[in-house]
């Protein structure tokens, strides 16, 4: 499977993951032991903490909005352009309950033998 191949997927499961808690396609795709690192989340390591992570903020938010584009890649890793919007449920890390949180960031993804074993998210958060 090309790199864009592997990327355009990623985007699918991701997006069935937060939007309808749909795990089936995100489990074949990243490692068991994916590596994430975020700020201002704390590393995950593995897919069922990443799971895990993908429900709390379903539980959390309200009208989520995502947005992603293929930016480019080569060899075994690409880049992706990521735009998330949400209303905060509860308070949580990034913003107080009731605010809108909008996330504007880029994932660079790293894959061993077809599955993604590493995130790196970099982006700017803010909230109203």
């Known amino acids: 499977m090309g790199i864009e191949e592997i990327a ?5 499961a991701d997006k069935q993951a ?4 749909n795990f089936d396609a995100l489990e074949q795709l990243e490692s068991p032991n994916i590596v994430i690192h975020s700020a201002p989340v704390p590393g995950t390591i593995g897919f069922e903490e990443h799971k895990e992570h993908i429900l709390k903020v379903r539980e959390e938010v309200s009208d989520l909005q995502q947005e992603f584009e293929y930016l480019t890649g080569d060899g075994n890793v690409f880049a992706i352009s990521f735009k998330q919007s949400f209303t905060a ?8 309950a009731g ?10 993804l790293r894959c ?9 998210m ?3 958060i803010t909230s109203s």
Do not use: C, H, M, R
């Not at 355009?8 to 699918?12: H, L, R, S, V």
């Not at 605010?99 to 660079?108: A, P």
């Open 89 to 96: 449920k509860v308070e949580i890390p990034i913003a107080p």
């Open 8 to 12: 355009e997927k990623w985007i699918q």
């Open 112 to 120: 061993e033998n077809d599955k993604i074993a590493e995130i790196w």
């Open 99 to 108: 605010s809108t949180v909008n996330i504007d960031s880029l994932f660079v």
């Open 122 to 124: 970099k982006g700017i």
């Open 18 to 21: 937060f939007q309808e808690g």
